[in-house]
């Protein structure tokens, strides 16, 4: 089996933007009408067409955030993910440009469903690393074990977990042996980045890790933490070759200061647009692209004791949030309400779950008879530069809460320290507002794992055995329908007992001068560097 293709569909934007939006600091006194807007152009409509796009040049790329470390076993969500796709390759590549999801060839040739639990995967022959090591079975077996073992500490685990034993049959031919019937493998290698192991021992992982190599289109020229990252083409790709002789990705954490850098000419492409400056951007005669991220916009709100322990009030929260207001306004209507953890179309996406209403007084009813008819206080944390607008869609949140006797006290945090929260819930708040993520095989298997009791990433403190019950059937179950069915039942489970506030599917919006050519995006929010150019 070489090719296997997802029901997944995309979502995607078709037009330009027309209107210009009403404040988006208002908010408990925002109208109930919606703000008449079309969506900006979709960027795999496509800027220019491949023919069209030249061999070589530069281009540079502010971002509101870059990883801090370019780990590509530990993060993987826009734009911790770029580094992955750029640098290194993986045994299968989830293309997702297209009308359907397809899982390609990449290291691997091809491989076999050998049985229920058995897959064997047939590499390329004749790969190495930039320092002449082989890229064969063996490298393939140890990086895997190296995120499977838990002294790694690596989140990328969770995805790979159903992994029970991987070994070498040959210099060409990996064996993995699931736990149980595994129907997502071939997607979940896509995830997995294949890394040098006599490197990364010599050097220790802090060194690697600062200065990596791998098979990816790209290489590292230089990258200073938290400030820059300069890729060139990789001579070692086991995959495409760049159109770009390099690319300079610049960190500007504050988003009007990116839009005045391209504005200045000091930048070509701008991430995380704030939609309340498409208008304007286009109006100057910038290509403004996007589509709705493969992702949900949430809080998590549980902990161990308090308010947020209690089901009644987690449930509460959930009435007090206008889903479609904040849509409507701060995101220009280019988002999507929320009713569940992955986007229409998605496998696990379940049709007849839908968004809860806007209902305040319901709410403060709820918390009333949970006993809080006066409300409670509680601290909440959000990022600024890693989402869209993500800084005033935790002041909406905040402000929702606010008007149902939730005081909330808001701390919009640098990008490392918020990762840093993330991992460790010492460190989180009663309410952490994310993106979780169904990168990248577009299934609601990565984005509803993060509630499993004892989840190893996200930590969070809950446990429903019914939930787990539930979820880990549906993982090993192969026939689709039945599976599907699995999983809308652990959904309702989750929604019942609310650790997590579900609101939207967020914009994902870049802005470039009108010389960059080829400029599309895959469903889970990562550019196709490599193909990306000038015009001729």
Same mark, same amino acid.
């Given at each position: 089996?070489?090719?296997?293709? $997802?029901?997944?569909?995309?979502?995607?934007?078709?037009?330009?933007? $027309?209107?210009?939006?009403?404040?988006?600091?208002?908010?408990?006194?925002?109208?109930?009408?919606?703000?008449?807007?079309?969506?900006?152009?979709?960027?795999?409509?496509?800027?220019?067409?491949?023919?069209?796009?030249?061999?070589?040049?530069?281009?540079?790329?502010?971002?509101?955030?870059?990883?801090?470390?370019?780990?590509?076993?530990?993060?993987?969500?826009?734009?911790?993910?770029?580094?992955?796709?750029?640098?290194?390759?993986?045994?299968?590549?989830?293309?997702?440009?297209?009308?359907?999801?397809?899982?390609? @060839?990449?290291?691997?040739?091809?491989?076999?469903?050998?049985?229920?639990?058995?897959?064997?995967?047939?590499?390329?022959?004749?790969?190495?690393?930039?320092?002449? !090591?082989?890229?064969?079975? !063996?490298?393939?077996?140890?990086?895997?074990?190296?995120?499977?073992?838990?002294?790694? *500490?690596?989140?990328?685990?969770?995805?790979?977990?159903?992994?029970?034993?991987?070994?070498?049959?040959?210099?060409?031919?990996?064996?993995?042996?699931?736990?149980?019937?595994?129907?997502?493998?071939? $997607?979940?290698?896509?995830?997995?980045?294949?890394?040098? @192991?006599?490197?990364?021992?010599?050097?220790?992982?802090?060194?690697?890790?600062?200065?990596?190599?791998?098979?990816?289109?790209?290489?590292?020229?230089?990258?200073?933490?938290?400030?820059?990252?300069?890729?060139?083409?990789? !001579?070692?790709?086991?995959? =495409?070759? =760049? *159109?770009?002789?390099?690319?300079?990705?610049?960190?500007?954490?504050?988003?009007?200061?990116?839009?005045?850098?391209?504005?200045?000419? #000091?930048?070509?492409?701008?991430?995380?647009?704030?939609?309340?400056?498409?208008?304007?951007?286009?109006?100057?005669?910038?290509?403004?692209?996007?589509?709705?991220? $493969?992702?949900?916009?949430?809080?998590?709100?549980?902990? !161990?004791?308090? =308010?947020?322990?209690?089901?009644?009030?987690?449930?509460?929260?959930?009435?007090?949030?206008?889903?479609?207001?904040?849509?409507?306004?701060?995101?220009?209507?280019?988002?999507?309400?929320?009713?569940?953890?992955?986007?229409?179309?998605?496998?696990?996406?379940?049709?007849?779950?839908?968004?809860? =209403?806007?209902?305040?007084?319901?709410?403060?009813?709820?918390?009333?008879?949970?006993?809080?008819?006066?409300?409670?206080?509680? #601290?909440?944390?959000?990022?600024?530069?890693?989402?869209?607008?993500?800084?005033?869609?935790?002041?909406?949140?905040?402000?929702?809460?606010?008007?149902?006797?939730?005081?909330?006290?808001?701390?919009?945090?640098?990008?490392?320290?918020?990762?840093?929260?993330?991992?460790?819930?010492?460190?989180?708040?009663?309410?952490?507002?994310?993106?979780?993520?169904?990168?990248?095989?577009?299934?609601?298997?990565?984005?509803?794992?993060?509630?499993?009791?004892?989840?190893?990433?996200?930590?969070?403190?809950?446990?429903?055995?019914?939930?787990?019950?539930?979820?880990?059937?549906?993982?090993?179950?192969?026939?689709?329908?039945?599976?599907?069915?699995?999983?809308? #039942?652990?959904?309702?489970?989750?929604?019942?007992?609310?650790?997590?506030?579900?609101?939207?599917?967020?914009?994902?919006?870049?802005?470039?001068?009108?010389?960059?050519?080829?400029?599309?995006?895959?469903?889970?929010?990562?550019?196709?560097?490599?193909?990306?150019?000038?015009?001729?």
């Amino acid at each position: 089996m070489t090719l296997a293709k $997802s029901r997944t569909r995309r979502r995607r934007w078709l037009t330009g933007l $027309s209107l210009m939006l009403a404040s988006m600091l208002v908010l408990a006194a925002c109208s109930d009408d919606a703000a008449d807007v079309s969506p900006v152009e979709d960027a795999n409509e496509g800027n220019a067409e491949p023919e069209d796009v030249a061999e070589g040049g530069e281009i540079r790329i502010a971002m509101g955030a870059l990883p801090p470390v370019l780990d590509p076993v530990q993060y993987n969500t826009p734009p911790n993910n770029f580094v992955q796709d750029m640098l290194f390759s993986t045994l299968t590549k989830v293309n997702s440009t297209g009308d359907e999801v397809v899982i390609e @060839p990449y290291l691997a040739e091809s491989w076999e469903h050998v049985d229920d639990l058995v897959w064997e995967f047939y590499l390329q022959k004749g790969l190495e690393f930039p320092n002449g !090591e082989p890229l064969d079975a !063996e490298a393939v077996v140890w990086s895997t074990e190296f995120v499977l073992d838990p002294d790694s *500490n690596k989140a990328m685990a969770s995805r790979i977990n159903t992994i029970e034993k991987i070994e070498a049959v040959d210099e060409t031919t990996v064996r993995i042996t699931t736990t149980d019937a595994d129907p997502l493998l071939p $997607s979940r290698m896509g995830a997995l980045a294949i890394m040098p @192991p006599g490197d990364f021992k010599k050097r220790g992982e802090e060194e690697f890790l600062s200065d990596p190599i791998g098979t990816g289109p790209f290489a590292v020229e230089e990258f200073v933490p938290g400030q820059r990252l300069v890729v060139v083409p990789n !001579e070692h790709s086991a995959g =495409p070759t =760049p *159109n770009l002789d390099s690319m300079e990705f610049e960190v500007i954490p504050e988003s009007g200061s990116r839009i005045s850098a391209l504005r200045a000419g #000091d930048v070509d492409v701008v991430h995380r647009l704030p939609t309340e400056q498409i208008e304007s951007v286009e109006g100057d005669g910038y290509q403004v692209v996007g589509q709705v991220e $493969s992702g949900t916009y949430n809080l998590t709100m549980v902990q !161990e004791d308090g =308010p947020l322990a209690d089901p009644q009030v987690r449930r509460a929260l959930q009435y007090a949030i206008d889903r479609e207001t904040i849509n409507d306004r701060i995101l220009a209507g280019l988002g999507e309400t929320a009713s569940q953890l992955v986007n229409p179309g998605f496998t696990g996406y379940c049709e007849d779950i839908e968004p809860l =209403p806007y209902d305040p007084e319901r709410a403060r009813e709820m918390l009333a008879d949970a006993g809080y008819p006066d409300g409670f206080e509680v #601290d909440m944390q959000a990022s600024r530069g890693f989402l869209v607008n993500d800084d005033t869609l935790a002041e909406a949140v905040a402000g929702y809460l606010t008007e149902v006797g939730v005081k909330v006290n808001l701390d919009i945090m640098e990008y490392g320290p918020f990762l840093d929260a993330f991992y460790d819930p010492a460190q989180r708040t009663g309410l952490y507002a994310w993106r979780v993520s169904a990168n990248p095989f577009l299934d609601a298997d990565l984005s509803m794992s993060f509630w499993l009791s004892e989840d190893p990433v996200h930590r969070a403190p809950y446990s429903n055995k019914q939930y787990d019950d539930l979820f880990l059937e549906a993982r090993q179950e192969l026939d689709e329908d039945r599976r599907q069915e699995l999983l809308c #039942d652990a959904t309702e489970v989750l929604l019942e007992d609310a650790p997590v506030l579900i609101m939207l599917h967020l914009p994902d919006v870049w802005a470039m001068t009108d010389e960059i050519a080829n400029f599309q995006i895959e469903a889970y929010g990562v550019p196709v560097f490599h193909d990306v150019g000038l015009s001729q």
